[in-house]
């Protein structure tokens, strides 16, 4: 769907109505906005989000779950719907169908997403696979850094390198900031070799993209990748065929040229590994920061939920997400595509 579409906000009792004939927003309590002004102009004019209509958006989305999906097991606080009004450009119908996805792609794939709380997932935060970056761009975004070397097989899963993924997504996203700016991602593959390649294979390539097209209200404003090997082709061929176009244009190879980067990330917000002024890579703070949500996600994450029918019953999760798709990454195919790039 184009950027322009995007821009349409449609509800099945409004649709036909103008805004001066609709009724004014019904009065609520607690939400609070922490936008600056500045903030505010950008979410109205880049996401259609009008402050005086707002709350009767999110009256709005709330009494569409509440018809349409009796039985999906989510929270209906105004900040919570806000993330997928925001995400969705207040299009009601889009940002009801973005949290079904949301919380479809949470029971269908119990390996990432049972028992996610920082606790569980040191070692990873430990090895600095990711983290996010102190400064954020230009445009206000956080930087989430990646760097898979810092993996190794033997040790866990490649699922747990995920969780850790999905952990510092549902940090950010707690940020109304974030809500509007989106975030940029910065993947470092230098040194991955082939070996360790090879776990990222189409069936868990299609359920990661998945879930950050369509099952997670986040805006992915960039992605540039950094010291890339040959290997990397092999990698993007991958990935690609399942990438939306406007996500696939959002992908920046860079190489080994800092210059390229800084063109689109100042030196002065990225850490000395990447030619930048802003000191060492810290990995301690962001951690610290996880370790400290360990209540928000318990609760979240941690309690029984309702069976998976219950839920994946209101529609179907993301092309990829489907519980019973069959793992066909096996070894030897995803080992030939990338020897191809040698």
């Known amino acids: 769907m184009s950027e322009e579409s995007d ?3 449609t509800s099945p009792s409004a649709a036909s109505l103008s805004e001066s004939e609709l009724p004014p927003p019904p009065a609520r309590t607690g939400y609070v906005c922490s936008l600056t002004e500045d903030l505010v102009a950008k979410a109205r004019e880049e996401l259609q989000e009008k402050p005086e209509w707002r709350l009767r958006d999110v009256q709005a989305l709330r009494d569409m779950v509440r018809k349409e999906c009796p039985n999906l ?3 209906l606080e105004d900040a919570f719907l806000l993330r997928f009004l925001r995400a969705r450009k207040f299009d009601y119908d889009r940002a009801l169908q973005l ?3 949301y919380h479809s792609c949470r029971r ?6 049972n028992n996610l709380r920082p606790s569980a997932l040191k070692e990873v935060l430990a090895s600095g696979f990711l983290t996010v970056l102190p400064h954020t761009d230009p445009r206000g975004c956080h930087i989430l850094c990646l760097r898979p070397d810092r993996w190794i097989p033997s040790n866990y899963p490649i699922t747990e390198n995920i969780r850790a993924i999905y952990l ?3 940090k950010l996203i707690q940020s109304e900031e974030t809500q509007v700016n989106g975030i940029v991602i910065l993947a470092d593959y230098k040194g991955v070799s082939l070996s360790k390649a090879s776990h990222f294979g189409p069936f868990i390539a299609k359920k990661v993209i998945g879930i950050l097209q369509d099952g997670f209200p986040i805006r992915i404003k960039a992605v540039h990748v950094v010291n890339e090997p040959r290997i990397f082709k092999g990698i993007f061929a991958i990935i690609k065929p399942f990438l939306k176009e406007k ?6 190879l860079h190489g080994s040229d800092l210059n390229s980067l800084h063109s689109n990330l100042p030196r002065n917000i990225l850490p000395k590994e990447y030619g930048g002024t802003a000191g060492e890579l810290d990995i301690t703070a962001w951690n610290a ?3 400290a949500s360990e209540e928000d996600f318990v609760r ?12 994946l019953g209101q529609a179907l999760p993301p092309e990829g997400l489907s519980p019973e798709a069959p793992c066909d990454d096996s070894m030897r195919a995803v080992k030939s595509q990338l020897y191809s790039c040698y």
């Open 108 to 113: 269908s794939w119990p390996e990432v997403f």
């Open 247 to 252: 996500i696939a244009n959002r992908f920046f």
């Open 300 to 311: 979240e994450f941690c309690q029984p939920g309702p069976p998976c029918d219950s839920i």
């Open 73 to 75: 097991s989510t929270s």
């Open 168 to 170: 510092t997504l549902e």
């Open 289 to 291: 920061a996880l370790l």
């Open 7 to 9: 821009s349409l906000r």
């Open 99 to 101: 949290l079904i996805n």
